[in-house]
């Protein structure tokens, strides 16, 4: 892969790296979810039909998405309010080393600095290709939470479906409430396992969904 050094304009561009997951009928996806993908041929060609359509039945919060406010806040911003270039521009991937948790003791190593957009990359990046929910993934601690606002970052991205436990709901609404809440978008289900840790060029955007609490998303990366 080139990188671009920037010393002259025919400096070959790095190539773009794809960290969102494709919606599928055999995609992971919250086992609570009351809904789940279905994915069905409406025309297929195969069948004596002379075009193509395909039908999307889908949880907004299935596969790679963008979390707004609204999902935990009846008065917060919703998903098409999002300003255009909240989740577009330079991003830092940061590897966790711990296989629980995300805390505030190893998110002080890594001198975080406001306006950054973050993703972690966790062990979580080799779960979502197993095909099935583990329900034992990284996720963020209440104090890595704490420790996110404080430091006032702008995005947060995480490489599975949630970014609080699947098994403590109290965790699960208070990492959401804390960053949500600060006004800090978050991406959930990221394909990090082919990313290495540093700066990238970010860019993800949302479906633009009236009213939404969330929205499906496709994420790129490219190395700055």
């Known amino acids: 892969m ?8 025919d400096a070959p561009k790095a190539e773009w790296i794809d960290i ?6 055999d995609m992971v996806h919250w086992p609570k979810s009351p809904v789940y993908p279905h994915i069905d041929w409406i025309y297929h ?4 039909h002379p075009v193509s359509m395909t039908q999307l039945n889908i949880n907004v919060h299935n596969g790679t998405h963008v979390d707004a406010p609204r999902h935990f806040f009846a008065d917060g911003t919703t998903i098409d309010e999002m300003p255009l270039d909240a989740i577009m ?8 080393k711990d296989p629980e948790l995300i805390k505030p003791e190893e998110l002080a190593t890594h001198d975080i600095q406001s306006g950054e957009r973050i993703l972690f990359k966790t062990r979580n990046s080799s779960l979502y290709k197993m095909g099935k929910f ?15 606002r404080d430091k006032k ?5 995480v490489d599975y479906l949630a970014i609080g436990s699947y098994r403590d709901k109290e965790n699960l609404f208070e990492v959401h409430e804390t960053l949500l809440g600060s006004g800090i978008w ?3 289900a990221l394909d990090l396992s082919a990313v290495k840790a540093g700066e990238y060029e970010l860019i993800c955007l949302p479906l633009r969904l009236e009213q939404g609490d969330a929205a499906p998303a496709r994420a790129i990366l490219r190395p700055v």
Do not use: H, M, Q, W
């Not at 080139?2 to 304009?9: A, L, W």
């Not at 969102?20 to 009928?25: H, T």
């Not at 993934?137 to 996110?148: D, H, K, Q, R």
């Open 134 to 148: 583990v329900e034992d993934y990284v996720y963020i601690s209440n104090e890595g939470a704490y420790f996110l």
């Open 45 to 48: 060609p195969a069948k004596d």
């Open 2 to 9: 080139d990188k671009d050094t920037g010393n002259s304009p």
């Open 153 to 157: 970052v702008s995005v947060v991205g």
């Open 20 to 25: 969102s997951y494709p919606l599928s009928r």
């Open 89 to 96: 521009g330079i991003a830092r991937v940061i590897e966790i």
């Open 186 to 188: 978050i991406i959930e």
